[in-house]
């Protein structure tokens, strides 16, 4: 899967695709709280006052309105959504959060993968 490193908040379909999806999940509590990650490109700098355009809605309206179609998602999923959630949160230890969940409910990481994959699917339909 080749997704870029950041998205916009306009580029975000409703329903996501599956790499948007993995991208917003580990965002989710700063979306939530109105903020967007930066792209890593961002240099901070905002130029001149000239040309100032006005928007219809605040800078935080598109952040909330992102995490709650994927809350919502997620919620749709139940213990599954839950579960990708969890894994994808923190995607630098995801083999050990599989590994984790597998060994708390019991379960080959087969079928904690199989599981994501098959929620992913419908969570992106």
Same mark, same amino acid.
């Given at each position: 899967?080749?997704?870029?490193?950041?998205?916009?908040?306009? $580029?975000? @379909?409703?329903?996501?695709?599956? =790499?948007?999806?993995?991208? %917003?999940? /580990?965002?989710?509590? #700063?979306?939530?709280?109105?903020?967007?990650?930066?792209?890593?490109?961002?240099?901070?700098?905002?130029? $001149?006052? @000239?040309?100032?355009?006005?928007? =219809?809605?605040?800078?935080? %309206?598109? /952040?909330?309105?992102? #995490?709650?179609?994927?809350?919502?998602?997620?919620?749709?999923?139940?213990?599954?959504?839950?579960?990708?959630?969890?894994?994808?949160?923190?995607?630098?230890?995801?083999?050990?959060? %599989?590994?984790?969940?597998?060994? #708390?409910?019991?379960?080959?990481?087969?079928?904690?993968?199989?599981?994501?994959?098959?929620?992913?699917?419908?969570?992106?339909?």
């Amino acid at each position: 899967m080749n997704s870029p490193d950041w998205y916009s908040p306009d $580029s975000i @379909k409703s329903p996501p695709t599956v =790499a948007q999806l993995l991208w %917003v999940i /580990p965002h989710l509590p #700063a979306m939530k709280q109105g903020w967007w990650p930066p792209s890593h490109k961002e240099t901070g700098y905002s130029g $001149s006052n @000239k040309g100032i355009t006005i928007k =219809a809605e605040a800078k935080f %309206v598109k /952040p909330c309105i992102v #995490a709650a179609d994927v809350e919502r998602l997620i919620e749709r999923e139940r213990t599954d959504g839950i579960l990708l959630e969890f894994v994808y949160s923190n995607p630098q230890n995801y083999n050990e959060n %599989v590994q984790h969940v597998a060994h #708390a409910l019991t379960v080959p990481t087969d079928e904690i993968f199989q599981r994501m994959r098959n929620t992913l699917e419908r969570m992106t339909e």
